[in-house]
């Protein structure tokens, strides 16, 4: 009955340290992911974090604006930005 909070909760968590804070948990698996006694979320092991650079939390929040917006014609230049599709393939987003 509380899986659907704390999916929702982990999803809110994860969203706010890659886009608020800028540093991210890079291993969420169910092994990493606990409901405590209590119902709260607790994430472990935190042996594998990275710091996002602002530039990177832009581009994230814009990329997630044009989907939920349907402005699926940005797509293919968020994805490149992102790092999906090489520099030297930039010419065929056009065609997309």
Known sequence: ???TILCSIAMNTY????????VLHCDPH???LLRTPDGQLCIL????????????QVTLIEHMAHLTSSDYAEVPR???KLGFIPENKADLIADS
Not at 15 to 22: A, C, W
């Open 1 to 3: 009955e509380d899986v």
């Open 15 to 22: 969203l706010t340290m890659m886009l608020e804070t800028g």
């Open 30 to 32: 169910p092994g990493n």
């Open 45 to 56: 092991d935190w042996g594998m974090v990275t710091k996002l650079n602002p530039e990177l």
């Open 78 to 80: 968020d994805l490149l």
